[in-house]
Antibody, heavy 121, light 107 residues
Framework: QLQLQESGPGLVKPSETLSLTCTVS??????????WGWIRQPPGKGLEWIGT???????YYSPSLKSRVTISVDTSNNQFSLKLSSVAATDTAVYYC?????????????WGRGTVVTVSS | DIQMTQSPSSVSASVGDRVTITCRASQGISTWLAWYQRKPGKAPKLLIYAASTLRSGVPSRFSGSGSGTDFTLTISSLQPEDFATYYC?????????FGQGTKLDIK
C-alpha cells in the first residue's frame, strides 16, 4: 500500500528557502504512470496546488509560484522534494505531498499527513 | 487558468439530510473533476474522480455528476462523520486548481 510522509523544518526565516521531502513507501518513485505533487493550505484558506512531477520527469508548477519553486525526485532514496525560495509570511501553511498511480483521472488518491511550515524570524 | 467556484461556501444540515454542493469551472473540463473531503487535522481524502466515479471504499451515499462546466456532489443521507469541508479540483489542464471549499456543519 502506497504511503507518503513529509519531513522538513517547521520554521523557516523570511527570504530563506523552504525545503521539504516526501518519502514514498509501497511503490517505486519511478513507477510508470505515477505522478507526485505538493499542495498547501494556508491558515484559514483553501487548498492550493503547488506543482506536480511525473514519473517521466516532466514538471508543472503553479504560475504564481513558478519563479520560486522546484520539485525534484531522488530515486536513490525513493523520495521527492519541494524547494521554495525567498519565502515570506504568506508561505506559512500546511504542506502536503500527494500522489497517484494515474488511474484516477488526474486526482491525487494518496496524501501524506501534512507538515506545518511557519515563516517567521 | 481554469477557475473553480464552489457554492455554497458553507451549509448547515442535520443527520439524515440530503446535501448538494455545486462546483462550476470557468471553462469546459469534460469530466476531469475530483471531489475531496477534508476534516480538521487530517489530509484530504479523495471521494470521487472523473466527475462521477466513486473511489473504492467510499460510501455509496456520496455521488457526483456533471460534465463540461457544472458539477455536483450529493450526499444522500448525512452521517455524523460527513461533517467536513469539501473541495472540487479540476484535472483537465495545468495549473491544477481547487474550488474554495464548502464547509458542511451540523445544524
Amino acid at each position: 500500500q502506497l504511503q507518503l510522509q513529509e519531513s522538513g523544518p517547521g520554521l523557516v526565516k523570511p527570504s530563506e528557502t523552504l525545503s521539504l521531502t516526501c518519502t514514498v513507501s509501497g511503490a517505486s518513485i519511478t513507477s510508470s504512470g505515477y505522478f507526485w505533487g505538493w499542495i498547501r493550505q494556508p491558515p484559514g484558506k483553501g487548498l492550493e496546488w503547488i506543482g506536480t512531477i511525473y514519473y517521466s520527469g516532466s514538471t508543472y508548477y503553479s504560475p504564481s509560484l513558478k519563479s520560486r519553486v522546484t520539485i525534484s525526485v531522488d530515486t536513490s532514496n525513493n523520495q521527492f522534494s519541494l524547494k521554495l525560495s525567498s519565502v515570506a509570511a504568506t508561505d506559512t501553511a500546511v504542506y502536503y505531498c500527494a500522489s497517484s498511480d494515474g488511474n484516477y483521472w488526474g486526482a491525487f488518491d494518496v496524501w501524506g499527513r501534512g507538515t506545518v511550515v511557519t515563516v517567521s524570524s | 487558468d481554469i477557475q473553480m467556484t464552489q457554492s455554497p461556501s458553507s451549509v448547515s444540515a442535520s443527520v439524515g439530510d440530503r446535501v448538494t454542493i455545486t462546483c462550476r469551472a470557468s471553462q469546459g473540463i469534460s469530466t476531469w473533476l475530483a471531489w475531496y473531503q477534508r476534516k480538521p487535522g487530517k489530509a484530504p481524502k479523495l471521494l470521487i474522480y472523473a466527475a462521477s466515479t466513486l473511489r473504492s471504499g467510499v460510501p455509496s451515499r456520496f455521488s457526483g455528476s456533471g460534465s463540461g462546466t457544472d458539477f455536483t456532489l450529493t450526499i444522500s443521507s448525512l452521517q455524523p462523520e460527513d461533517f467536513a469541508t469539501y473541495y472540487c479540483q479540476q484535472a483537465s489542464a495545468f495549473p491544477r486548481t481547487f474550488g474554495q471549499g464548502t464547509k458542511l456543519d451540523i445544524k
